[in-house]
């Protein structure tokens, strides 16, 4: 009687532990399959900013070209932005410039007036800056503005995404004469955007300018200078694939 006795407790002892090792493993795939996830989200967030820095520079570029953003997952979309030139009566110009951006989980990159921000809305950081800046001898502000001028976009998926983008660069230049101006950039992202625009001399602000939700990094530049504003069209077809 106490053979079986012990015996069965020898059997109990054997459940119990293949019990607790299946529950270890399980664990540890668990967290294995985490950190694959979160390492293959981060190559995606560093590819799409890479690829959006190295290839999305219309202020270098003329005629047609051909851009490839591929993911393992996410989805790309465009979305209205816009970037404003303000003198001391207002409103002087409004340029629908928009975005593109890149999302997955919490990985995100935009694609903004020439810059690039990469990270989600309040731990963002700039890949490149916006393309504006003022002359060393605060005579001029030079206010590039890439224009994506692209439908609304939204190609998303799992297992391999390739985003194509058919651009087909232009330029057109005005000069606004000279007075106290600011410029005004519609961002989600507006700490990196406001430390750049304070590199380049401009003293600035955050701001909801046309009520629709969406902030406003304004820069104003100190005393009455020339601006140079250049538009440069993308005309931007995406296809998925």
């Known amino acids: 009687m106490i053979a079986d006795t012990e015996a069965q407790s020898h059997v109990v002892g054997v459940v119990l532990l293949l019990g607790l090792t ?4 399980g664990g540890l795939t668990a967290v294995v399959g985490t950190v694959v996830d979160g390492h293959t989200a981060t190559a995606d967030e560093a590819r799409v900013a890479n690829t959006f820095d190295a290839s999305l520079r219309p202020v270098e570029q003329t005629g047609h070209r051909t851009v490839r953003v591929r993911v393992s997952e996410g989805r790309l979309t465009t979305v209205d932005r816009e970037l404003r030139v303000l003198d001391d009566a207002g409103t002087q110009r409004t340029v629908p410039i928009d975005a593109m951006v890149y999302e997955s989980d919490s990985s995100r990159v935009g694609y903004l007036g ?9 731990n963002a950081r700039l890949e490149r800056r916006p393309r504006v800046t003022a002359t060393r001898d605060d005579t001029a502000v030079i206010v590039g503005a ?15 995404v390739t985003a194509t983008l058919r651009l087909n660069v232009s330029h057109e230049r005005e000069t606004l004469p000279a007075t106290n101006y600011s410029v005004a950039l519609e961002t989600a992202t507006p700490r990196p955007i406001e430390a750049a625009f304070q590199r380049v001399g401009a003293t600035t602000r955050v701001t909801d300018l046309d009520g629709d939700g969406v902030d406003s990094v304004v820069a104003t530049f100190p005393g009455e200078r020339t601006l140079y504003l250049i538009r440069h069209d993308m005309r931007t077809e995406v296809r998925h694939g």
């Not at 810059?115 to 809305?121: E, F, I, K, M, S």
């Open 22 to 25: 299946v529950v270890a493993l």
């Open 114 to 122: 020439g810059a690039v921000v990469r990270g989600p809305p309040g």
């Open 146 to 160: 890439p224009v994506l001028n692209a439908s609304d976009v939204a190609v998303s998926g799992s297992g391999g």
